[in-house]
């Protein structure tokens, strides 16, 4: 099996934070469990090769003033990727980091979410499955 020219070298977990609001109240009752992710992104390192891609992902009540769930909820988690540029078009970096990164970064926040909220004595939080975006690289002329 051939390695793909970009590979994960490093993850960190940046934040882990649960904040029990009003856990009785909601028990066996529904309440917003929709959240807000964020995606970002370093510049390359044409040095050191390497492009860093950060997940955040958000569950607090849109208002601050009332509570609408037992919980809030924020975990970041940054992959930190080395890229054989005889092998890829750094041209494509953007791209990767865009597309794949987040892609790639998704089940480790996942675990981090569902064991978190486990902890916390609340339901689990259960990140969904999301559709992949397809991203191939072209190869030059002459490569097999």
């Known amino acids: 099996m051939d390695r793909h020219p970009v590979q994960l070298v490093n993850i960190s977990v940046d934040e882990l934070y649960i904040k029990l609001l009003d856990r009785e109240s909601f028990k066996d009752k529904d309440y917003p469990k929709e959240f807000s992710l964020?995606?970002?992104?370093s510049e390359y390192d044409t040095e050191r090769k390497i492009i860093s891609v950060r997940l955040e992902m958000?569950?607090?009540?849109?208002?601050?003033?009332?509570?609408?769930?037992?919980?809030?909820?924020r975990i970041k988690v940054a992959g930190?990727?080395?890229?054989?540029?005889?092998?890829?078009?750094?041209?494509?970096?953007?791209?990767?980091?865009?597309?794949?990164?987040p892609v790639i970064l998704t089940p480790f926040l996942r675990e981090h979410a569902y064991s978190l909220s486990l902890r916390a004595g609340v339901d689990?939080?259960?990140?969904?499955?999301?559709q992949v975006p397809i991203f191939r690289l072209a190869r030059k002329d002459g490569e097999s």
């Open 38 to 41: 964020t995606v970002s992104r």
């Open 58 to 73: 958000d569950l607090s009540p849109d208002n601050k003033n009332e509570t609408d769930r037992p919980f809030e909820m």
């Open 80 to 101: 930190h990727f080395e890229v054989d540029e005889d092998r890829f078009d750094i041209a494509e970096i953007d791209k990767f980091a865009e597309i794949s990164g």
């Open 124 to 130: 689990p939080v259960i990140f969904p499955l999301v």
